[in-house]
């Protein structure tokens, strides 16, 4: 074949595909990196990069999330990977990648390779409220998971939007520290399993307004103190204080590059294929990180299956007498 074939190519960025390109780069596969500058119109490792500091990753007590993705990044061309910040505009997945190499293509580029890991993670929704960027890890947040620990918190009244599972479970972690969490739903019902409403009507801290929504969020300069909320069912609106907004309305895989050649779910979560895998319905393509996970979502889950897809790469190399 003419144009050099790549071992494995890693696409987008943050812990995941810091931890794949230290496994590859272990396994001498040179690894191919693309870290997805601007694509779903954000700057690469954004999601984190809009949280401020972390205290639940190994290693670390206190960390900027900025600077230990700058950590992680120096790792990784340290141990000679090759990170080019473009954007994948396709990739055609072949059912034969031992004689018909995948391939990826960035403007008129195309490249080859044996093996593709996928870590394109989730876009976290937001409502577009107004003043919602001003307030954005300063009073607003979509990880209650993430967040719900900031000394900010506590004893403060928080506010959760949304009325799933997702928002019952967020709500739950937040009376952790908060004097009282309020729930806006938008209905006049929860859409959340019966376990979950459950777990919030019976929490003391936890108050459900069915039937409002969020209209604006308002504050200082430096930090969100109270929002306005709107009755749909009265039309009547008014004021509530809140030291915190978490969005818990899903988040949105980015996978339509991949125009429906690989299997996902109806969320276009992709499907890997069995138990403690990151393989996927086609040969030698990994998914691994937040574009696969709809549950825990959080980056030391993150590195560990991208640990995964760079040994299962390897792995399918080796079992074919390519590396």
């Known amino acids: 074949m003419a144009k050099d074939i790549k071992n494995i190519i890693i696409i987008w960025s943050w812990p995941a595909w810091h931890t794949a390109a230290i496994y590859a780069w272990r396994a001498l596969l040179e690894?191919?990196?693309?870290?997805?500058?601007?694509?779903?119109?954000?700057?690469?490792?954004?999601?984190?990069?809009?949280?401020?500091?972390?205290?639940?990753?190994?290693?670390?007590?206190?960390?900027?999330?900025?600077?230990?993705?700058?950590?992680?990044?120096?790792?990784?061309?340290?141990?000679?990977?090759?990170?080019?910040?473009?954007?994948?505009?396709?990739?055609?997945?072949?059912?034969?990648?031992?004689?018909?190499?995948?391939?990826?293509?960035?403007?008129?580029?195309?490249i080859l390779t044996r093996t593709l890991v996928i870590a394109t993670w989730a876009t976290a929704k937001r409502l577009g409220l107004p003043w919602e960027d001003l307030y954005w890890q300063n009073g607003v947040s979509a990880c209650a998971v993430c967040d719900w620990w900031l000394p900010i918190f506590r004893e403060k009244h928080l506010v959760v939007i949304?009325?799933?599972?997702?928002?019952?479970?967020?709500?739950?972690?937040?009376?952790?520290?908060?004097?009282?969490?309020?729930?806006?739903?938008?209905?006049?019902?929860?859409?959340?399993?019966?376990?979950?409403?459950?777990?919030?009507?019976?929490?003391?801290?936890?108050?459900?307004?069915?039937?409002?929504?969020?209209?604006?969020?308002?504050?200082?300069?430096?930090?969100?103190?109270?929002?306005?909320?709107f009755n749909n069912k009265t039309n009547e609106s008014f004021d509530i204080d809140a030291w915190w907004l978490f969005y818990a309305i899903w988040h949105k895989p980015n996978t339509i590059f991949l125009w429906w050649q690989i299997e996902i779910d109806d969320a276009w979560y992709i499907i890997t294929q069995w138990h403690m895998s990151t393989s996927t319905n086609i040969p030698w393509v990994f998914a691994a990180g937040d574009v696969q996970d709809k549950k825990y979502r959080q980056a030391i889950?993150?590195?560990?299956?991208?640990?995964?897809?760079?040994?299962?790469?390897?792995?399918?190399?080796?079992?074919?007498n390519l590396i």
């Not at 019966?194 to 969020?217: A, D, P, S, W, Y």
Request: charged share 25%; hydrophobic share 45%; aromatic share 12%.
């Open 301 to 320: 889950t993150s590195a560990w299956t991208w640990c995964m897809a760079a040994l299962e790469a390897e792995h399918w190399l080796a079992d074919n």
């Open 162 to 229: 949304w009325g799933w599972d997702s928002a019952a479970e967020e709500a739950g972690y937040l009376t952790k520290f908060a004097s009282k969490v309020t729930m806006l739903v938008r209905k006049d019902e929860m859409r959340a399993s019966k376990v979950m409403q459950e777990r919030v009507l019976n929490n003391k801290k936890i108050e459900i307004l069915f039937n409002h929504e969020g209209t604006e969020i308002l504050g200082d300069w430096k930090v969100m103190t109270w929002m306005k909320i």
């Open 31 to 110: 690894p191919l990196m693309y870290e997805w500058w601007m694509a779903a119109w954000v700057a690469a490792w954004w999601q984190l990069t809009t949280t401020t500091e972390v205290e639940n990753f190994p290693g670390f007590l206190h960390i900027q999330w900025p600077e230990l993705m700058m950590k992680m990044r120096e790792q990784s061309v340290h141990n000679w990977t090759t990170i080019i910040s473009k954007t994948v505009d396709s990739v055609e997945l072949s059912e034969n990648p031992e004689l018909n190499p995948h391939k990826v293509m960035i403007w008129d580029d195309q």
